[in-house]
């Protein structure tokens, strides 16, 4: 039973073979994710995405051509924003225009009124003195009250106290 040196060797390499794949295949996850790291960065640039100069210029003029639109875009959306709020601003004044001219109205009509009573009433309505007491008003009741100041108007005397001194 002698080992032939031809088979030794092939199974030997055979055995080295699959030892290299089996290392390559247990490396290669981790290869993609080096490369995927590079490329999700854009660290790495590959053959096939580089572009002529042409097409760069291309890129380049269609970049500048986005922002001035964006541009545009931007002043038009805060040329409307400005609008409303200069349309909001008028109608702002117009309300308080209105709400003056209706309190101005009411004070005119009360002027009115009140002219209008006092032309109506020639006589003035006599006042009557407070009174100095602290507990005057509250054990009576208001009508009372009034037919009780009528009557000392209605029946007032001039009362004589004695001289001082």
């Known amino acids: 039973m002698m080992n032939d040196p031809l088979k030794s060797d092939s199974t030997k390499q055979a055995k080295n073979l699959a030892q290299q794949i089996a290392k390559q295949i247990a490396q290669e996850p981790f290869e993609i994710a080096k490369s995927a790291v590079k490329q999700v960065s854009g660290l790495e640039t590959s053959i096939n995405s580089q572009k002529p100069e042409n097409s760069q210029r291309e890129n380049q003029d269609m970049l500048i051509e986005n922002d001035q639109l964006l541009e545009q875009q931007k002043r038009a959306q805060g040329q409307r924003h400005l609008e409303g709020l200069e ?23 009360e002027k009115i ?14 006042t009557s003195k407070k009174t100095r007491n602290m507990f005057a008003g509250l054990g009576r009741k208001t009508k009372q009250n009034n037919t009780l100041q009528a009557d000392r108007q209605k029946t007032r005397v001039e009362r004589v106290m004695p001289p001082t001194g």
Request: net charge negative; no cysteine.
């Open 87 to 109: 349309n909001e601003i008028k109608e702002i004044i117009e309300i308080k225009k209105m709400e003056k001219q209706k309190e101005e109205a009411i004070q005119e009509q």
């Open 113 to 126: 009124i009140k002219e209008e009573e006092k032309e109506s009433s020639p006589f003035v309505t006599p």
